[in-house]
């Protein structure tokens, strides 16, 4: 058995197995380290007593973030020993990050959800009581049932996670969709305005094609530490890909306000005023077009709009795109020419493009910048893998729900491309267009993820007759809940994921290590019990997990059995470059990209007929020293939002070891700006914005720009969950919304710091 059979077959024996990849030191490291503390006090003793017996490892897929990296399951007595990355898996060739690490700590926390839990005094108290799974479903029936009678079912509102929790992206998806509510408060946090523009563009979200590019443009992401190369691709190791390319030759360039760890690897990086990227790409256009740099052929043959884009552009000459930046002129014109001149060259896609009230048409520009030097779908390029989203080829498609509410999503008037989201929140505070009496959170854990965690507590106490919380531990919005009832971990749990990657897209089986802990049940069993006291179960095609992943996966031709023998397959063969010669993008399989003209749109189509502009024009961000230089006097600094790769989202600021590698948030200072208001490094200083305030410590870091601090963001305080002191949703809110993406910003916001 070649080591590649054994990683994907079911079990195999440990030692065999590290002696065939050679971690033998390390793996007996980490898992001294987690039978140390597995074995802590009683646990110990009988362990010691205990027949010794046949330790087995079960590859399955970790569920620490997005990634779901493959990883080798150490399990003795049924119980979770050690994990470690699984070398066979193309995701991460065997590389796991400190979440993973820390798996068994999060299967085993004492402060796990064990059972459903009643609310037994007022919201917010922390008083509950222990009832039965049977109690808590008809107890939820029988909420969900009255709100459905008294106000209609679009009353109720979900919020699910993002795939984090990858059943996520498919439990508790059919049951509003039966129950009959469009309305989804969660998603619109991120990536939804990158896609919406990407998609408009050029009819797919780009990966990059690392193995064969010459230079990577990193543009607001920080990939090396967080872990996320591409936005899905597997790329045969989680850091790696950057790094072999940057040994290839391949030049690493990095625009971003932060001197990120990225950054320290890059071999230019330039700083850039937080909100500006839009005007910064327009100016990149000015010099490839006006220089006759981009791809004539290419834009001649594949593009619509160009003639508009070359107007447009004209507005943005580099000098004065250096005064809104902070770029210099020259620094400008180098660095088009050099993105336009080598070939190919890519473009890493970032969430930082989103996170302002004008990131829908920045993705917008830089999704022209990617079009017009020809390098789309080509080698090296901004490419559509083979399971990307946007290849209509393949894999997982047939998602739920499989009904489809007629009904529009609340703020489909407003945010025609983009609905649903912060207009959620609006219809539970204002009971405008109607009220929102009803909410189902899986995971997500708005209170601390999404924007202004007091106002959202305040509106939940107020204005909700219910609400759910589905997770694996308490949080700050577990707190507000009626009921709250205990998931599984992804080591519990069955589930699937899909990645594209150049080597063809590729689906892994997630599989149950342990049985579930005390009382926890996975989400879609949950979903399936309570559907069947609603009386909706005829609307469910399936009446299982296993079923509903089958259903799922039906396009990919693989089955959950199949899977089992085989964890990790590939469901297509290699990338096909430039597609959109070949009919290969488009659902009627003729040339051209998927879009409604069947070009890449550089004038967009969908949105003019959404009433939006076509073209990517820059528009200042709603707060900024230019756009609001009042309020920039009592609020000087640029705030910025942090996300760090030993945690995710808000998950897991209770986990010990993750704890011991960040103990706290911090606020991210200059040494300029610091010495300016007589702070010191470790000092604890209050920062503070027109909507509120919190309490961090400062670390003084010529990392940060002057002018900016970078605040850690999704903490909560597992220690005091009713305390939001370190929560910076605190000093943003739902108002500043990107008016296209109908997205509420996370970057960009005026703020002051002082010595608390
Ligand atoms: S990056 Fe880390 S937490 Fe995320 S899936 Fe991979 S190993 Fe797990």
């Not at 059943?167 to 990536?191: D, L």
């Not at 940057?246 to 306000?257: C, F, S, T, Y």
């Not at 890059?266 to 005023?273: E, L, N, S, V």
């Not at 919005?477 to 998931?487: E, F, G, K, S």
Request: charged content about 20%; some cysteine.
């Amino acid at each position: 058995m070649n080591a590649r059979e054994s990683s994907v077959g079911w079990s195999l024996s440990r030692r065999t197995f590290l002696k065939a990849t050679g971690a033998l030191g390390a793996a007996l490291a980490l898992r001294e380290s987690c039978e140390g503390v597995l074995r802590s006090g009683p646990a110990r003793a009988a362990a010691a007593q205990a027949q010794p017996e046949k330790e087995t490892v079960v590859p399955t897929i970790c569920g620490g973030c997005h990634q779901n990296c493959g990883m080798l399951v150490h399990v003795r007595g049924g119980r979770v020993v050690s994990v470690e990355g699984n070398p066979d898996h193309p995701m991460n060739s065997g590389d796991l990050c400190p979440k993973a690490q820390a798996a068994s700590q999060i299967l085993y926390a004492p402060d796990r959800l064990k059972y459903p839990l009643l609310r037994a005094g007022k919201r917010g108290e922390g008083k509950w009581k222990r009832i039965s799974w049977d109690e808590a479903l008809d107890f939820m029936a029988n909420k969900l049932k009255e709100v459905r009678d008294k106000y209609g079912p679009m009353a109720l509102a979900m919020s699910t996670a993002a795939p984090v929790m990858q059943c996520s992206r498919t439990t508790f998806v059919q049951f509003p969709a039966v129950y009959g509510t469009p309305n989804r408060m969660s998603g619109n946090n991120c990536y939804v305005n990158r896609m919406l523009a990407l998609v408009a563009t050029f009819g797919y979200r780009a990966e990059d094609d690392y193995d064969q590019t010459r230079l990577i443009l990193l543009w607001g992401g920080n990939p090396l530490a967080s872990m996320r190369a591409g936005s899905y691709a597997a790329y045969d190791g989680l850091q790696r890909p950057i790094l072999d390319a940057i040994e290839r030759g391949a030049k690493l360039i990095v625009i971003d306000p932060i001197y990120t760890d990225t950054a320290a690897k890059a071999q230019q990086w330039i700083p850039i005023r937080p909100g500006t990227d839009g005007a910064l790409a327009l100016a990149m256009l000015h010099v490839i077009i006006n220089e006759g740099l981009y791809d004539r052929g290419f834009v001649q043959d594949w593009t619509v709009g160009f003639t508009e884009l070359t107007e447009l552009v004209q507005d943005y000459p580099p000098e004065k795109v250096a005064r809104i930046t902070s770029v210099p002129a020259e620094t400008i014109r180098s660095l088009a020419r050099e993105y336009a001149i080598t070939k190919p060259a890519l473009i890493h896609e970032a969430n930082a493009w989103a996170f302002h009230t004008n990131g829908t048409q920045t993705c917008r520009a830089i999704a022209c910048l990617m079009a017009v030097t020809g390098n789309l779908d080509a080698p090296g390029g901004p490419v559509c893998f083979p399971g990307s989203a946007g290849d209509r080829l393949t894999v997982v498609e047939d998602l739920p729900p499989t009904v489809q509410v007629a009904a529009k999503p609340l703020g489909a008037d407003k945010y025609r491309l983009m609905p649903n989201g912060p207009s959620v929140f609006d219809a539970m505070s204002s009971g405008k267009p109607y009220p929102i009496k009803a909410l189902i959170v899986f995971h997500s854990d708005p209170i601390v993820v999404l924007q202004d965690g007091n106002r959202q507590r305040d509106v939940f106490a107020k204005n909700l007759d219910f609400l759910a919380v589905i997770d694996i531990f308490h949080t700050p919005t577990t707190q507000m809940a009626d009921i709250v009832l205990p998931d599984t971990t992804f080591l519990e749990r069955l589930d699937y994921r899909h990645h594209p990657s150049a080597r063809g897209a590729i689906v892994a089986l997630r599989q149950p290590v342990v049985k579930p802990m005390y009382e926890s049940l996975p989400g879609y069993d949950i979903e399936l019990k309570l559907a069947a006291r609603m009386g909706f179960l005829d609307k469910y095609p399936w009446k299982s997990g296993e079923e509903m992943l089958n259903h799922i996966l039906k396009p990919s031709k693989v089955t959950v059995q199949d899977l089992r023998k085989k964890p990790v397959q590939f469901i297509t063969g290699p990338m096909v470059y430039k597609k959109y010669e070949k009919g290969l993008l488009r659902p009627d399989k003729k040339p051209g990209f998927a879009t409604p003209s069947g070009k890449v749109e550089l004038s967009s189509s969908v949105f003019q007929k959404a009433g939006y502009d076509p073209l990517p024009r820059y528009i200042e961000p709603a707060e900024s020293p230019v756009s609001t230089p009042e309020l920039a006097k009592r609020y000087p600094l640029i705030g910025m939002s942090r996300r760090s790769a030993t945690f995710v989202h808000s998950k897991y600021r209770n986990i010990p070891w993750l704890r011991e590698i960040e103990s706290e948030p911090f606020i991210r200072v200059n040494p300029e700006d610091a010495a300016k208001r007589g702070i010191a490094d470790g000092n604890l200083v209050i920062a503070e914005t027109k909507r509120g305030q919190i309490r961090m410590r400062a670390k003084v870091t010529s990392t940060v720009t002057p002018g900016v601090v970078l605040i850690d963001g999704c903490w909560w305080k597992p220690e005091n969950l009713s305390d939001l002191s370190w929560t910076l949703n605190a000093l943003i809110d739902m108002e500043a919304r990107d008016p296209i993406g109908n997205l509420a910003t996370l970057s960009s916001f005026l703020c002051e710091i002082k010595k608390a």
